[in-house]
């Protein structure tokens, strides 16, 4: 009975390392980006812009059954500065941006949940997941690549899908584009 006691304990151990591991996104290399583009007749008058939506945390399943999560807090999000804006400008874009757009005092966070990461290649996954963005939540699919220890993907997502009306100004002669496209790079901590 010992005997077969210790072989269980030793086979147990020596398979610890094969059991999948839960890691914490690093919210410090990891980022999202999201380019807002213009439209419009007096379009050429305005300016493309580039928001920095840190992840304030999340996790990442790798292997055994991979799955991924994380969250913004909207109140995080900055519209990187353009050297052909006035500061003035600026901090009125951003503000439009919190109030008007993503109303970050009603709608505190975004927020992704992998429901299903199927392996297409070496390096390469689909992820299908839930998307919850302005109060409505809507099913992404995504094409995730590794490269390194980062694992990248871009999209394009429709604001209106979301709830979201695009800013207009000047009787609609200066927009802002429907579709954002989105660049994530997501890194998980060492464990």
Not at 73 to 98: F, G, N, S
Not at 157 to 171: E, N, R, V, Y
């Amino acid at each position: 009975m010992r005997l077969r006691t210790l072989a269980l304990c030793t086979a147990i151990v020596a398979a610890s390392p094969l059991i999948a591991q839960e890691k914490a996104i690093d919210t410090q290399r990891s980022t999202i980006t999201i380019h807002v583009g213009k439209s419009g007749l007096l379009s050429a008058a305005a300016h493309d812009h580039t928001i920095n939506a840190p992840i304030s945390s999340g996790t990442i399943l790798e292997s055994g059954n991979p799955h991924i999560e994380f969250r913004v807090e909207t109140a995080t999000m900055t519209v990187k500065p353009d050297p052909k804006v006035d500061a003035k400008d600026q901090a009125t874009i951003q503000t439009h941006m919190e109030e008007m757009t993503l109303e970050t005092k009603k709608f505190p966070e975004i927020t992704f949940r992998s429901s299903r990461v199927q392996k297409l290649a070496d390096g390469q996954w689909k992820v299908d997941g839930d998307l919850s963005l302005h109060g409505v939540t809507k099913a992404v699919s995504l094409t995730v690549k590794q490269t390194g220890e980062s694992y990248t993907t871009h999209t394009v997502l429709k604001q209106t899908d979301f709830g979201i009306t695009p800013i207009s100004i000047g009787g609609g002669m200066i927009k802002v584009k429907n579709e954002v496209e989105i660049d994530f790079q997501i890194f998980a901590r060492p464990a």
